[in-house]
Structure formats: structure tokens, C-alpha cells
């Protein structure tokens, strides 16, 4: 084994590693990035619906299982920007009132031991660095900010924009989506994004998606004192004797182990590979994982509740970018419901290939062909809730265990009523309500995968919280147990909301960055050096 010191270690270099990486980059400090995966390849298969999405070509090959035993493989993603290479974009900010305590049909979402307003200049600050295209003042519940999105929305193709219409004279307030991509609409010749049909799902060919590896990481490592390591798999972390330092980070690489070590080491290798990390790292002074003394790592695991709800319609729909309007009108309840149902909005357009896999209920009188072409491809996403029993644990061989029950169901069965309802209210000008066919669930079980969504949106399993009885990191996601020890991942999670998580995780690494900045005693100059260049860079590209 060969040792080799650095101030700060970023296991993983997704939504949090990589975000955390792009601000502390500026610092000067000898900074190690390991990423157990490599870059995406760039070939014509990133946009091969076959091969992403019918074949999972970019999947890993590992497998987990649930808590029967039975095998899981999981759709998630090991490379250099983490699931950010090929997630939808969609960067919302939480409600104001996700930070506090919420009551569901279903039981009690947790507060946060943060409020909105302590992450709202990092949500701007995330805003600006993922370039995000939204409009302000449209969506019903969003919570305030303090300056507008850096680029105006995505703009909705034609029957995107019916659509809207339609439900905006039933009363709803439909709003365009926050997508984090870099398309300049008003110089289409100059704009890097070129609006594609494969976006959500698939990786970006061109670029042009704002993902974590774009952003931050090939940002990152042009400071010379940082070094990024791929192909680079963390088995365990390893202690001092006292139990309170992460001494030695171990590596295999190129089939043998290698240590590190650092002053900080910042876990981010998402919530359930994060919470496998510090149980795979139990040792004497941590005999049930590292930073386990409250017992919580692994435990409270969610991914929301989600939904592919196709509403097949007499006229085509031949949008290209499909993942442009939100409704969030549901989302704290209704007057027959009064508890939170979550929110409504899209996917990128599905095609015919990429609907065999998922083998939907035929409309009547409808090919498969012919219900892509008709189809609206929407996304219903309810908060799960945190239950204990929900959790990642590992097998005597060290394998991922995954077991979860699905909580709060009704809510997204109310969801989806809403959505019904609202669809019948449609009227197209040709054939009237008629022209609307039915919604038909298109299922998100290939073969005997676990859904998609199931670890899409993984969070929760390493909260933080005031009490290290009951969380495992305190409020700036340091570990309550270790003290050079960080989550900056999905995992810190109290509760998952019912919007995306992409962007909350990334604020929250920039909130932590500045915190690490403190403590690592660099000046705060080189953070508002930084700040500036955020912005600059979202201009500049
Ligand atoms: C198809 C798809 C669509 C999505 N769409 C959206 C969307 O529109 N909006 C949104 O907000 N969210 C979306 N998501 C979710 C979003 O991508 C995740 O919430 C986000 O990427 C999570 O960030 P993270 O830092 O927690 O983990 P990740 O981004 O998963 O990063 C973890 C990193 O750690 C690495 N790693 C894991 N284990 C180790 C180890 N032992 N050693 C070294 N490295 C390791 C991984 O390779 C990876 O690079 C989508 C996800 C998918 C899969
Ligand atoms: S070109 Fe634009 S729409 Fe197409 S994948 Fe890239 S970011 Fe998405």
C-alpha cells in the first residue's frame, strides 16, 4: 500500500462530490477526487434509445438484493458526474415549507434542522452554476428568491403550450419547469444545447447538459491542486484509534489496494452506495459501521413515489423536448383532499422502442407505434416517507441490501385522480373532448428490475439533525461521531418533498463547501472569487 496525504478527499463526483469539488477547487488546497467510474464514453449509443433505455447500456452491471434475498439491478449509473450525466435536468428548488413539518395522509414528514432561508443563496448560487432556465412568479408554491433564473424557460412546443392553455382556462396554474441545460433560444446557431429528443434519460452527446462532470469536475481539475482519480472504487474508510479521525481512505485500483489520507474527507458516492460505504467501514471503536452510534446509517431510505402516466389523445403529439411544464397545484392537497399529493410533470418523449420495454396497457385502437406518436408523457412524483424499516444494509459479503415498503400511497393516487380529471377538462379545437383517449400507466418494472424511480431519487439513508441519537450528521453534514468526516450526497435528506433532488443536493454541497472553506482557513475572498465566476461561467457558455 502506498500512503499519500491531501487536505481534503471527494469520494464521488455527482450531484454533491462534484459540486463540493468545483467550489473548493479555487481554494489552493491539495484536493483527491476517487470516482469508482470512468467518463462516459461519447458515442452515437449516448442517444440510442435501444441501447440506454431497452438494453441499459450504461447501468451497472451490479447487482443487489432485496430484503427477501431475490436480485436487484439497480438503474443507476457509475461514472464521472454520477446519475447527473443522465438525469432530466429538472432543478427545483424544495417548497419554503418542505424545511418544516409536514402532515401527510400517510404520517408525519420530519423538519429539516435547516430552514429554506439558510440554503436560499445556495440554491441561487446552484441556480446560476447549473444554468438553469426557469421563469419566477409562475409556479403556485414556489418559495421566494432573491434574484430571477439565469436564463429564461425552456419555451413549450406547440402542443406543449395547448396543453398549458387548456389546463390554465380549468383553473390550474401550470408553470414552466426549471431545466438545467445550456440553450440559448434567441441564438439558436450559437446555442451548444441543440434541443433534442433524448435529454432525459440519456447522456448528453454534445456537452450541453449542465451534469455535474460538465459543470464542475472538468472545471475543477483545471487547478493545478486538484487530481481526480477515476476507476478508483473506495472499499472503506479507516480510523485512527480514538475512533473520531478517517485516517486511511482505501482504494482498489488496477486490482490492488492503495490508501490516502486528509485532513477532511467528504463521502458522496449517493445515498446508497454512502450508507454501504461507512457500514462496509465498521471497525472496533464503530462495530455497527462508521458514524453508526445512533444506528440511523442505512435506515429511512426513499426515492419518492413516481409515475409514468401516458394521456393518449386523437391528435399527435409531436413534441421534441417534452420536459417543459410543471403543475403543482396538488401539491399541499386540494379542498376534498387535505394532505399533500406531490407534483406533475414530464418526461422526455417517449418512442415506440423505449415503450416495449416498459409494455403499457394498449389505448384502444392504438399501436404501440401510434401511442408514442399520441402520447403526453407526464411524471407524478408523491413524498415517500422516512420509515426506519426502509433501509440499506449489506450482506456478509459485503452486497448491497436493499428493502423497502412504499408509504403514502394515497396521496399518489389522489395524484393521479387530479391528473385525470384535469385531462378530461382538455379541448382541442378539432375534436373537442373527444379528442382526449384516457391515461394509461406505463409500467416501470422491466423484467425484474426494481422501478426506476425506486433509486433515481435515492436520499435519507445518512440524515443530519441536532441529535446524534437520531441523525447521523449534524446541521453542516458533518458526522456527529467522526470529526473529519462528511456527506455531502443525497443522503442528509431528512425527508424527500415531492420535487426532483438534484438541485437541493447541489446547493447543499455549496453550503458545505463554504463551511469546509472556514475550516480548511481560506480567506473569503477566494469564495467571492468564486461566487463571481458562477455566474460568469453561466453567462460565458
Ligand atoms: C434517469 C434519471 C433521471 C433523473 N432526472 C432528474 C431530474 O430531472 N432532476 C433531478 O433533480 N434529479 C434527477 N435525477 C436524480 C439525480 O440524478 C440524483 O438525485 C443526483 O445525481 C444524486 O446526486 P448524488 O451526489 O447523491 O449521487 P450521484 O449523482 O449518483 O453520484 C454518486 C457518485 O459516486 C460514485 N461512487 C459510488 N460509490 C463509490 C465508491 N465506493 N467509490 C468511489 N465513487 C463511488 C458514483 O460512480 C457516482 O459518480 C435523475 C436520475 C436518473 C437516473
Ligand atoms: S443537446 Fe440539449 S436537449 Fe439534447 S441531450 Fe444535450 S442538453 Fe439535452
Redesign the pocket.
Known amino acids: 500500500m502506498s500512503d499519500n496525504r491531501y487536505d481534503v478527499i471527494i ?7 462534484g459540486t463540493i469539488a468545483y467550489h473548493l477547487a479555487p481554494s489552493g488546497k491539495r484536493i483527491l477526487i ?4 470512468d467518463y462516459v464514453p461519447r458515442e452515437k449509443a449516448n442517444w440510442d434509445p435501444q441501447a440506454v433505455n431497452v438494453d441499459a447500456h450504461y447501468n451497472t452491471k451490479e447487482s443487489w438484493l432485496d430484503r427477501d434475498g431475490k436480485e436487484l439491478h439497480p ?10 450525466k ?7 428548488r424544495l417548497r419554503k415549507e418542505d424545511f418544516g413539518e409536514l402532515r401527510h395522509h400517510g404520517g408525519i414528514s420530519p423538519a429539516w434542522p435547516i430552514c429554506y432561508d439558510d440554503l436560499e443563496p445556495y440554491y441561487t448560487r446552484a441556480e446560476n452554476l447549473y444554468h438553469v432556465h426557469g421563469n419566477r412568479g409562475e409556479d403556485p408554491t414556489e418559495p421566494p428568491a432573491n434574484s430571477p433564473y439565469p436564463w429564461p424557460a425552456v419555451s413549450h412546443e406547440p402542443r406543449i403550450q395547448q396543453l398549458s392553455d387548456d389546463f390554465a382556462r380549468s383553473g390550474l396554474k401550470p408553470f414552466h419547469v426549471p431545466v438545467g441545460v445550456m440553450l440559448d433560444e434567441k441564438s439558436p446557431h450559437q446555442s451548444r444545447c441543440i434541443r433534442c429528443n433524448t435529454c ?2 440519456f447522456a448528453c452527446l454534445v456537452g450541453a447538459k449542465s451534469d ?1 462532470q460538465v459543470v464542475c469536475i472538468d472545471e475543477a481539475i483545471k487547478h493545478s491542486n486538484v487530481t481526480l482519480l477515476t476507476n ?3 472499499k472503506r474508510l479507516e480510523t485512527d484509534s480514538s475512533g473520531r479521525e478517517v485516517r486511511r481512505v482505501v482504494v482498489e485500483r488496477d486490482g490492488s489496494l492503495e490508501s490516502y489520507s486528509a485532513d477532511v474527507v467528504v463521502v ?4 446508497i ?1 454512502s450508507a454501504a ?1 461507512l457500514l462496509r467501514s465498521a471497525n472496533d471503536k464503530h462495530p455497527r459501521g462508521l458514524a453508526n452510534s445512533s444506528d440511523v446509517v442505512g435506515r429511512h431510505y426513499m426515492g419518492h413515489t413516481n409515475s409514468v402516466m401516458m394521456a393518449i389523445s386523437k391528435c399527435p403529439n409531436p413534441t421534441i423536448f417534452q420536459k417543459t411544464l410543471g403543475v403543482n397545484d396538488y401539491y399541499f392537497g386540494a379542498e376534498d383532499f387535505n394532505y399533500p399529493m406531490g407534483h406533475i410533470s414530464f418526461v422526455g418523449k417517449l418512442d415506440a422502442i423505449t415503450l416495449k420495454a416498459g409494455a403499457p396497457a394498449l389505448a384502444p385502437n392504438f399501436t404501440l407505434e401510434l401511442m408514442a406518436k399520441h402520447s403526453l408523457d407526464f411524471w407524478l412524483t408523491s413524498e415517500d416517507l422516512p420509515d426506519p424499516s426502509n433501509r440499506v444494509t449489506i450482506d456478509r459479503d459485503g452486497r448491497i441490501v436493499l428493502a423497502y415498503t412504499p408509504n403514502n400511497l394515497e396521496a399518489h393516487e389522489r395524484l393521479k385522480g387530479k391528473l385525470k380529471q384535469a385531462m378530461k377538462q382538455t379541448n382541442c379545437t378539432m375534436h373537442g373532448q373527444e379528442c382526449h383517449q384516457g391515461l394509461f400507466g406505463r409500467n416501470l418494472y422491466v423484467g425484474q428490475r426494481i422501478p ?1 424511480a425506486g433509486v ?2 435515492q436520499n435519507g439513508t445518512i440524515r443530519f439533525g441536532h441529535d446524534p441519537r437520531t441523525s447521523v450528521l449534524d446541521p453542516n453534514c458533518k458526522a456527529h461521531d467522526v470529526d473529519n468526516l462528511y456527506v455531502v ?2 443522503s442528509f435528506f431528512p425527508s424527500s418533498a415531492a420535487v ?4 437541493t ?1 447541489m446547493a447543499n454541497a455549496l453550503r458545505v463547501g463554504d463551511h469546509l472553506m472556514k475550516r480548511l482557513g481560506v480567506s473569503s475572498q477566494g469564495n467571492e472569487r468564486s461566487l463571481r465566476s458562477d455566474r460568469e461561467l453561466a453567462v460565458s457558455r
Open positions: 469520494i464521488g463526483t455527482g450531484a454533491g462530490g476517487l470516482e469508482r467510474g438503474h443507476t449509473n457509475y461514472y464521472v458526474g454520477g446519475n447527473t443522465f438525469y432530466g435536468a429538472a432543478l427545483f432525459d434519460g455535474a478508483s472504487p473506495v458522496s458516492c449517493g445515498a452506495n460505504l426506476l433515481a431519487h450526497d443525497g426532483n433532488p438534484a438541485l443536493i
